[in-house]
């Protein structure tokens, strides 16, 4: 049974860190990633990471700020989280897909964690 757990999430001031962190377990993933669905708003696509972990991608309001990552030998990925923003508020979801070259969008990600809350007060 494939299983993504999320931890990590909380509340955190402006301008702090959190670290999320996802289990996978039940197969081998190729590309893994976040996404996240702030208040009232539709899911967004934050960061991917490819299996060897050479190749990530960030979503431009992240980029500079957010870090992914992953270890095959421990099946996790995180995502280091610096210089947050009241925007970054949202749940935060760790996704998995069976094969390569996804890109962003949320069709292309077979397994989905249940998802763990952030919050950024000003």
């Known amino acids: 049974q494939v299983q993504l757990v999320e931890s990590g999430g909380g509340l955190v001031q402006a301008g702090g860190s959190l670290r999320l962190s996802c289990a996978a377990s039940?197969?081998?993933?190729?590309?893994m990633g976040w996404f996240r669905q702030p208040p009232g708003k539709e899911r967004e696509f934050v960061a991917r990471?490819?299996?060897?972990?050479?190749?990530?991608n960030y979503a431009d309001s992240v980029k500079g700020r957010f870090t992914i990552s992953r270890d095959n030998a421990k099946s996790t990925v995180d995502l280091q989280m610096n210089s947050l923003k009241p925007e970054d508020t949202a749940v935060y979801y760790c996704?998995?897909?069976?094969?390569?070259?996804?890109?962003?969008?949320?069709?292309?990600?077979?397994?989905w964690g249940q998802g763990t809350q952030v919050t950024v007060s000003s």
């Open positions: 996704v998995a897909a069976r094969r390569m070259g996804v890109t962003s969008r949320k069709e292309d990600y077979d397994y």
């Open positions: 039940g197969r081998t993933f190729y590309a």
């Open positions: 990471i490819s299996w060897s972990g050479a190749t990530t």
